[in-house]
């Protein structure tokens, strides 16, 4: 019976199961390629952050305090491709996803061992490509690379850039078509369709993106690269090209990479909100379709990015209903996973207190996308930091903080190890006090017109500024901080059982860390997923 | 130290009570843009205290009392969930009526409005009154009268954001973009581009300064005698030899621009376009993707002899073509 | 994963070679298998759906250029190598089949070379004859391009045309070279006897994307090579 403890030293795990780095580096093991995955995007958030940090300090003053022009415009965009292609694509997907859609569906493997390999060493040479590009003088176009400047005008390292995240694409791809063809065809028998957990349903949303938007933005840039380097015409009116042409196809990719980067943290929500509520979720059918029809509906707004460009009115109504439309399951969501606490018996470890935070901070961010959706506020709002602070709202206050929710979540079945808790919720707290210091200011600065990628700007904007800096500090030094106690505990945490959590799930029925092939008998399920009325009972 | 705390303090709270929250409105359109705008914001801190107070009450309701308490297993609500999708629902669809319609006031100009036109280039806005004068970063404007921009760029896609006034276009290479607006207040209020264009994006800033009616004539008429639009339009005419071809009594090689502003026009291959500025511009950039029925193909094109204010002055010229007031100085 | 050597028919029971152990049985690793191939083909489309949507708007925009390039490529050539491809994915359509009628492996891998030999003749044709005479003929972008004086206005817009035709045939025959590289595969793994009646699904996976390819040239060949009006009967335009 799983809870039998035998000492994680002496028992064969899929992280003693072999040594040496030939064994990490040809492994085929979905857990091991997760945890090649986590180091790499983990080194990827720290450059990223890097350059925000050094943003934050130049604009402590309106004059810039730090650096020329020139380099404020490479350390925004360096941040952005760092941030969205290097890591926010990849971090729940390739990290929690790789290691735990085998595990939650009862599979040894994901449908294509090798393939998955061989998506991390794709991710791996995209990434070296861009590290190439930051230091042999870096690229300043914006992470959204628009046409002329990029095609035409830029003198940076824009090839490199472009090819690195061209290539970092198919990793997505990839991963995204492993994950597709395991979840139809590898479920255990018995694990209907409506009995999987939300995590799977959302990486399954996840992966249509995958695999209809990202070929859409490898051709865009390879495009851009051939312009840049033959000077044809596509993109450069100067030369008979279509510079808006441009903004439709990047776009037609990035504004579901958008939702690529927030359905998997909804489907972690999902998992930590009924564990650590011990209660089913709320509306399991709605959730579980809100996801899907997010990844679709997502396809049938990217025009809201190019309200301001000189594209017909009617274009825009046609993206705005759209935009509206799509928020609305997000909605769905976060009403059932409020309702889903309702009567529970709720414990406030770490997960938990990121999970709510995601819940409410989701909610602010999504709800500050209805300003932009509507045609008349974005006219004003368009380019100003007003965007900024919505994305960041999403993307940091959501997605990140859904990553560590999961992280911490998931660490004793990762490693068998468990994590102070004291400094785990000391560190959620901090990084909610540093974010939202750091990014609601930036709802006021757009509001009052400061536009975005100002390297410098009018004196009236300082005090703001200031403040969202002085966020940024303390948002960095809450990063700091689980990174620092989570790589402690691999070698001091205490050791974990195979359920610390009392979470229901067919990987909490294995040990802490896992066997290499995870389960040593296939199960076969009978029950609903987050069962948790039965008490004491297994899934099998 | 008390005392330095206190001055510290005292700092802080003069530099927070310094904190601007509104920006100014200046524009007919500005309040109702500013009234959705709040009405949006009441609705996000509504819902976000309404999401997070009910998190925070559950939280603390239906903690853990014990290691192996078990709750009830509550299912799902079908009348809760419906009324859950569909309030929002309405909610959405309210807003996006309100802030359409909104749109599509502010997206068309009045009949009387002054045209203004405005060239975005890396990194300065060139603007021209057709009465003549130019400026560079500043824009001359009078109170209560309905302007248009029209503008284009020469190089990289810019945007041009008057905060005050609540108005934002892109100004993209290779065409025309226009937006309007009625300053209702005498002032001075900021120039913004808003589309990351390169090295000095931050510095690509400048002034609108509204004044009276008055004040605006004599600004107009004052400096040197300035030639209008269409003249220095009808000069480079002459000088880049556009008149030999295009006689105005249909003789020459080329069609008469009389009266053709304005008109529809029918190409050899069945379309019939508007002649607005960008058929003229295109015109002149790429005559022959403009065929006309008894003309052979033979316009040799203009591109990269001529920036895009000439084009602008050209294009004034022959609408001034079209009208029965030619070579005037004034308005 | 134990260290302790044991014999492959106790390792492996009952599953036949080729069984991947991730997998509960064949027939799992089949469906997989075919899954996996069809969604890679949706991302396939995705990816050339893009540039066939660049390129339908730029030809929307620039007909007459688009027409000027398309009458200088070499139809005859392009109409081979049509009927090459078409009787490439018959051969291949034939491999497929000997191995799940339990031909012998003689008859699979004659199939499997005429693949590679009618792939090869693809190839051959289109880079040897077309590729290099548009090389002399200075028709390549970024290659010594030379506007001709003949395409009058429309000639500024005929550089995009060529882009496009090298681009799209080039992404095409890198799918055709990484197809080929396949096949050869195949061709080694049947020499060896592994296709059988009951096992053939590499070959039936690496058929559809030989088909897929296929039909991307199908689209191909008359979007860039049928639309100069060559054909033009007389009176129309």
Redesign the interface.
């Known amino acids: 019976m799983p809870g039998q403890e035998i000492p994680a030293e002496s028992r064969v795990n899929y992280l003693n199961a072999s040594y040496g780095v030939k064994s990490w580096l040809l492994t085929t093991d979905h857990k091991r390629i997760a945890l090649l995955y986590l180091g790499s995007i983990t080194l990827m958030f720290f450059v990223g952050g890097f350059f925000a940090v050094m943003m934050r300090l130049h604009l402590i003053e309106p004059q810039g305090a730090l650096v020329a022009p020139e380099t404020y415009n490479k350390l925004f965009t360096m941040h952005g491709v760092i941030m969205v292609f290097f890591f926010l694509v990849p971090s729940i997907p390739a990290t929690l996803g790789n290691f735990l859609v085998p595990m939650m569906i009862g599979a040894r493997d994901l449908a294509f061992p090798r393939l998955n390999l061989l998506s991390w060493y794709i991710y791996i040479i995209g990434a070296a490509f861009t590290l190439y590009a930051v230091i042999s003088g870096g690229v300043d176009t914006g992470w959204t690379f628009y046409t002329p400047y990029s095609s035409t005008f830029s003198h940076t390292s824009v090839i490199p850039t472009a090819l690195g995240v061209f290539i970092t694409g198919f990793s997505s791809i990839l991963t995204g078509l492993n994950f597709v063809v395991t979840i139809h065809k590898m479920r255990a028998p018995g694990l209907t369709w409506f009995r999987l957990p939300l995590f799977i349903w959302a990486m399954y949303a996840t992966s249509i993106i995958f695999i209809l938007g990202t070929p859409v933005i490898a051709i865009t840039l390879f495009l851009l690269g051939l312009e840049r380097l033959l000077h044809i015409g596509i993109f450069d009116p100067a030369i008979g090209g279509d510079p808006i042409l441009f903004q439709h196809m990047f776009w037609f990719y990035s504004h579901p990479a958008v939702y690529i980067m927030i359905l998997p943290g909804m489907g972690v929500m999902s998992e930590l909100i009924t564990c650590f509520s011990r209660k089913r979720i709320f509306g399991y059918t709605f959730v579980a379709f809100s996801s899907l029809a997010i990844a679709i509906i997502s396809f049938l707004v990217w025009g809201h990015h190019m309200f301001v460009t000189g594209q017909s009115i009617y274009a825009g109504l046609i993206f705005s209903v759209l935009s509206f439309l799509v928020a609305i399951p997000s909605a769905v969501k976060v009403f059932n996973w409020t309702a889903t606490l309702y009567k529970g018996s709720i414990s406030y470890d770490a997960p938990m207190l990121y999970a709510l935070g995601f819940i409410g901070l989701f909610t602010m961010g999504g709800l500050t996308g209805l300003f932009l959706a509507s045609l008349a506020t974005d006219v004003h709002l368009s380019g100003t930091y007003f965007i900024v602070a919505h994305f960041h709202y999403i993307m940091v206050g959501g997605a990140v903080m859904a990553y560590l929710g999961g992280i911490h979540f998931w660490w004793p079945k990762i490693t068998g190890r468990m994590y102070p808790d004291g400094w785990a919720r000391f560190a959620a707290l901090v990084i909610f006090v540093g974010f939202n210091l750091t990014f609601f200011p930036q709802f006021v600065l757009g509001y009052l017109g400061m536009p975005r990628r100002y390297a410098v700007y009018p004196g009236e904007f300082q005090v703001l500024n200031v403040m969202s800096s002085a966020g940024a500090s303390i948002l960095g030094i809450g990063y700091l901080i689980p990174l620092i106690y989570l790589l402690w505990s691999i070698r001091y945490g205490p050791i974990a059982g195979p359920n610390p959590w009392g979470a229901k799930g067919l990987e909490w029925e294995t040990p802490s860390p896992p066997p290499t092939e995870n389960f040593e008998e296939i199960p076969v399920v009978t029950q609903d997923a987050y069962d948790y009325a039965n008490v004491g009972g297994s899934r099998v | 130290m008390t005392g330095l705390m206190q001055t510290g303090f005292t700092d802080l709270a003069a530099?927070?009570a310094?904190?601007?929250?509104?920006?100014t409105s200046a524009s007919s359109i500005a309040d109702?843009?500013d009234h959705?705008?709040y009405f949006?914001t009441a609705?996000?801190l509504f819902?976000?205290f309404a999401?997070?107070a009910?998190?925070f009450f559950?939280?603390v309701k239906?903690?853990?009392?014990s290691p192996d308490?078990?709750?009830?297993?509550?299912?799902?609500?079908l009348a809760?969930?419906l009324t859950?999708?569909i309030v929002?629902?309405l909610i959405?669809?309210v807003?996006?009526v309100?802030?359409?319609s909104?749109?599509?006031e502010?997206?068309r100009p009045p009949e009387a409005a002054t045209e203004i036109f405005v060239v975005g280039k890396?990194w300065m806005w060139h603007i021209q009154h057709p009465e003549g004068p130019r400026e560079i970063n500043e824009l001359h404007v009078p109170v209560n009268a309905p302007v248009k921009i029209t503008m284009t760029s020469d190089?990289?896609?810019h945007?041009f954001?008057i905060?005050?006034f609540?108005?934002?276009?892109?100004a993209?290479?290779?065409?025309y973009?226009s937006l309007w607006f009625q300053a209702t207040k005498i002032g001075t209020y900021?120039i913004?581009?808003?589309?990351?264009?390169?090295?000095?994006?931050?510095?690509m800033?400048g002034w609108v300064y509204v004044m009276s009616p008055t004040d605006y004539a004599a600004w107009l008429s004052g400096g040197a005698r300035n030639e209008t639009m269409a003249q220095t339009g009808e000069r480079l005419f002459t000088q880049l030899g556009c008149v030999t071809c295009h006689v105005a009594d249909n003789t020459g090689r080329g069609p008469s621009l009389v009266g053709l502003y304005g008109k529809q026009e029918k190409l050899r291959n069945g379309d019939t376009k508007l002649v607005d500025e960008a058929l003229i511009r295109q015109a002149i950039v790429?005559?022959?993707s403009i065929i006309l029925p008894n003309y052979p193909?033979i316009m040799p094109?203009f591109?990269g002899q001529i920036n895009e204010e000439q084009v602008l002055q050209l294009i004034a010229y022959v609408k001034s073509l079209g009208t029965e007031e030619r070579k005037t100085n004034g308005k | 994963m134990s260290e302790v050597p044991v014999s492959e028919m106790a390792m492996h029971g009952a599953h036949p070679p080729g069984f991947k152990h991730q997998f509960e049985d064949m027939e799992q690793q089949r469906e997989a298998g075919s899954l996996g191939m069809w969604v890679f083909l949706v991302t396939e489309i995705m990816f050339f759906g893009g540039l066939f949507a660049t390129y339908i708007i730029y030809r929307t925009l620039y007909l007459t250029a688009f027409e000027e390039g398309s009458r200088l490529l070499n139809v005859k050539f392009g109409a081979a190598n049509t009927a090459v491809l078409i009787g490439s994915s018959l051969t291949m359509a034939l491999a497929i089949h000997a191995a799940q009628a339990g031909k012998k492996k003689s008859e699979q891998v004659m199939y499997l070379v005429l693949t590679m030999i009618l792939g090869a003749l693809f190839l051959f044709l289109k880079f040897n004859y077309e590729w290099r005479a548009d090389y002399h003929e200075h028709l390549i972008p970024g290659f010594g391009f030379i506007i001709r004086p003949e395409w009058g206005a429309a000639g500024t817009h005929v550089p995009l045309y060529f882009c496009f035709y090298f681009f799209m045939t080039g992404l095409h025959a890198m799918h055709m070279i990484i197809g080929f590289g396949i096949l050869g595969t195949l061709t080694v793994m049947a020499q060896r006897n592994r296709f059988n009646s009951e096992y053939y699904a590499p070959l039936e996976v690496s058929g559809l994307y030989w088909h897929f390819v296929d039909i991307v040239w199908i689209f191909l060949f008359p979007l860039l090579y049928l639309i100069g009006g060559r054909f033009a009967l007389p009176g129309v335009h």
Request: glycine share 2%; aromatic share 14%; hydrophobic share 40%.
């Open positions: 530099a927070v310094t904190i601007p929250i509104h920006p109702s843009v959705l705008y949006l609705i996000t819902f976000t999401i997070f009910t998190i559950f939280m239906f903690r853990r009392r308490e078990q709750p009830a297993d509550t299912t799902t609500h809760l969930e859950w999708t929002p629902t959405t669809v807003i996006f309100w802030a359409s909104l749109y599509f502010n997206s890396q190089d990289v896609i945007d954001y905060p005050a609540r108005v934002k276009k892109d993209v290479p290779g065409r973009t900021h913004f581009c808003a589309q990351y264009c390169g090295a000095d994006h931050a510095e800033i790429t005559p022959n193909p094109t591109q």
